[in-house]
């Protein structure tokens, strides 16, 4: 068992991860550490000396079935890992709102001419195109323990409900991401000159960036836009790797044929891929594919828990604050809630670029 300092530094960090309004109220597990004696140990060897001088004592017994016990390890974060943070590819729109949002790209300015001695500037012309108008979801969970549960959480099991809920949250952005983007052939077509069908391997690459470099506005003018990202699927993983590698500190016989590449991309894994597509994107803050829409002040996951109507009485009355783990008045239950309020959408094709992976 952790100590209560390890127990609240975990909340804190889980609020650092994106969750507010949690009231933690951790009397009991304080009480049954004190039963155990060892409620001052600081380190685990600490701990197992206090455990072993609760063997002596009569009420050991009775915590037999908690030492026993094993909380297996939960799946980790999707964002705990770099190669696979889907939000390094979109940018971030922050909206006030739920009501519908317009997204316009710009025309670039006709290029300069020249104008001669006492001649007229001529006037050039610019305008705007409508190419996204969406709103933001909310999206959440009740989760419901009892307060038996709660009781009997020797293991910090209910503890662990806000990390829970922040890998559950990020796992639904991910998902939203993959979504508006993964086999979009609407957004990545031979008409938008995003889609190819090429291998992944240093060729296909290659094949990739120049699609990059043809785009232009609607001008024809070039918007000097390279690619930052490799997105692949679990059966590309190995080939992302060798393009994307560092080749800087091998020692080999170098020539102009075998050279090594650097493409100055970095790979990310969406496991969620499941055929042999692959795709660049730009850096968003060069030039946005995809866009992730936030609600102002609630940009992060939160957490809730119920207050309890039970109040409780005593001799010299009633309870002024009920304590939130006392549970429902009816059935003791204690409940949480997780809402996050975020949309994603596709917004400019000339950011990225799709292979089918086909090689024809």
């Known amino acids: 068992m952790e100590d ?7 909340s804190a960090i889980s609020y650092e991860q994106g969750f507010s309004n949690m009231k933690v109220v951790s009397a009991k597990i304080a009480s049954l550490k004190e039963s155990l004696k060892i409620k001052e140990a600081k380190s685990a060897e ?8 609760a063997q002596t004592s009569s009420d050991f017994v009775s915590f037999v079935d908690i030492l026993e016990r094993e909380l297996l390890k939960s799946y980790a974060d999707p964002l705990a890992r770099p190669e696979y943070d889907l939000n390094k590819i979109v940018g971030r729109k922050i909206t006030r709102d739920f009501r519908d949002v317009k997204v316009y790209i710009a025309d670039e300015m006709d290029d300069l001419l ?3 001695e006492k001649e007229n500037y001529i006037e050039g012309a610019a305008a705007d195109e409508l190419v996204k108008q969406y709103a933001l979801k909310k999206w959440g969970r009740l989760f419901t323990a009892s307060w038996e549960a709660f009781i009997n959480d020797d293991l910090g099991e209910i503890m662990q409900i806000p990390a829970k809920l922040v890998k559950a949250a990020n796992r639904r952005r991910f998902q939203s991401i993959h979504s508006v983007f993964a086999l979009n052939l609407s957004f990545f077509s031979n ?6 069908t090429a291998v992944l391997g240093e060729a ?17 003018n070039p918007i000097y836009v390279m690619p930052r990202y490799l997105v692949v699927g679990v059966s590309n993983v190995h080939a992302a790797k060798r393009v994307v590698a560092d080749y800087s500190d091998i020692v080999k016989a170098i020539t102009r044929a075998n050279a090594p590449l650097n493409y100055g991309l970095e790979y990310i894994i969406d496991p969620r891929i499941t055929g042999n597509d692959w795709y660049l994107f730009a850096d ?4 946005k594919a995809v866009e992730l829409l936030l609600l102002r002040g609630h940009e992060q996951p939160e957490l809730f828990i119920k207050d309890s109507d039970a109040k409780r009485m005593s001799e010299f009355g009633t309870a002024a604050n009920a304590d939130p783990f006392d549970g429902d008045f009816y059935n003791d239950d204690i409940e949480f809630k997780g809402r996050d309020c975020h949309n994603t959408a596709v917004i400019d094709p000339r950011a990225a670029v799709m292979s089918t992976g086909a090689g024809s």
């Open 204 to 220: 296909g690459i290659e094949t990739a960036i120049n699609a990059f470099m043809a785009q232009t506005d609607a001008k024809g």
């Open 191 to 196: 008409a938008h000159g995003n889609l190819i």
């Open 114 to 116: 020249e104008v001669f």
């Open 46 to 53: 600490e701990v197992n000396a206090k455990l072993k001088e």
């Open 284 to 287: 968003p803050s060069d030039l």
């Open 4 to 10: 209560l300092a390890e127990m609240k530094g975990r």
